[in-house]
């Protein structure tokens, strides 16, 4: 007992005697008025913009940003409580600009904005901070955009591919599957090289433990970290909640790693930022938002980006989500984010409620990298798919007047009919690229032509586990990815081979 | 059209520049006969200290304030008026002296928007800081 009261008193001395008390000259204001997450300071003349503020309150110290900078006065935005400023309180500037921490240790975490944890797993040693904003890199910093991120989602990765380094927009109406979408793709970043954040912007905190369960579940939790600005967060954490994440993402991009960013979702940022610019009193323009709504959002999606090999190769992508209301692409903030975005995966209602799940609007959906971030056998497969999907949905609406169909056009009507089933999918269950290009690779070539159309999903996945006992098809285009003769040959066999085991063939 | 306080406290700075005591009584008299007329008597305050800084920068005067928890020596006080005259570059300093037995010791000195805290009450509180950390 004695020798850890010693020990414990000797460490006392230790740091008492090696503290030095720092006397130095520090700005200091005066609040003048607080109001809903917003105070006004008197004096800090040369107060930074966005420099952080201490709030020094009866009940501690409370962290805000100065976003105001006025003649006599500076506006700030309180990181905290705010009810506990009166006014007349004493605000030190730190002539530190707003910075979170990063690093490694961040992985596997739920953190808030400001990086301090709130999963209950202790604090986070970290010793590098980056600032929250940041200008994007450079023109001679990129590279373009040619790998592949590996959605697992069939009908994306098929139709709307997306690249590293690419920002591509994920827009539909509330309960479409967005989040979905998101949280499939981080869990099929598993062995991909691939780290992920995941920021929730005015989230239901009940969703978000939700995802948090479900991969932690896959095992996804290992490369991703979550930023939580919750519903019930201030506006002023939710306004910095993304850029917070891509300063986090950044210190892996420094390290020449690939990032994934997922904001979950900006209209709420937009709302949150809208809240925020009213109680400053900056003049609001269309729908209440103020002007530079549009800065907003465009610099935050510009650091998403891939570096060329000189400045360390490696890349951001951004998954952006905007919630639509009544399927409305035209308001404000959607046409912002939709120009900003190079391509955007469309939900539609239609779709969901007739099961096809994810509901992803072949035609409106479009991706403006395009093909050059599908590996080369994809690229094979799926060439003529989105042409094809768009055809069978106008034919579809044109056949159901009843009428007699030419052979031909009967037979496109079975191909989509089959195709659209194949687009279906679960969710938690990303596919391997190698799997997608099988299915897809009987679709195209005729071999599920006498699949019934009800047995497709049950063919699809009965195919999927006889390629897992046989799978030196799938390895092998994993390695060349490519369709070269030797491939396909292997794909026809493995095919036939398991039609002969099914009993449902038409004939 | 509403006057400012900086309005106001520009107008007065210019009204008595120059002039002799006897003279600036007849117009801060009508000063604050503007004042009453305008409804912004409730500005009185704010007017006089946003006068006092105007006055303060064309006079190369600076307004300081020093509290200590005992009282302080002359010779202090010199090294501190020293001190704020080279930092600052103003001629002449109007230093408060205040006892606030409230910092323990060392002291506290306050000037324009600056703080400059020799506390002791400052330093155990940092000290708290880094060991509760």
Redesign the interface.
Known sequence: MSTTKDFIVEQ?KE??SG?K?E???????KVLKVSDGIALVS???EAMMSEILIFKTEKGEITGVALNLEE?QVGAIVLGDFTVIKEGDEV?ATKRILEVPVGENMIGRVVNPLGEPLDGKGKIETTKFYPVEKIAPGVITRASVKEPVQTGIKAIDAMIPIGRGQRELIIGDRQLGKTAIAVDTIINQKGQNMKCVYVAIGQKESKVANIVTKLTEAGAMDYTTIVLAGASTPASLLYIAPYAGCAMAEYFLDKGEDVLIIYDDLSKHAVSYREISLLLRRPPGREAYPGDVFYLHSRLLERACKLNKDFGGGSITALPIIETQAGDLSAYIPTNVISITDGQIFLEPDLFYKGNRPAVNAGLSVSRVGSSAQIKAMKKVAGKMRLEAAQYRELAAFAQFGSDLDPETKKKLERGQRLYEIFKQDQYQPLSVAKQVLAYYSLINGLMDDVPVERIREFENGLYKYADLNDAVLKLIEEKKELDEEVETGLKKLINDYKVTVDYLMK | MKISVSQYASALFDLVAGKSEKEAIAVIKSFVAVLGKNHDLNKAEAISEAFNELWNKAHGELNAKLSSARELSAAIRETVTDYLKQQTGAKKIILETEINPEIIGGFVLRYGSKVLDGSLKNSLDSLKNKISN
């Open positions: 006392l740091e008492i503290f008390a006397v130095s000259e520090k700005s200091v204001g004096g800090l003349a006599s030190v």
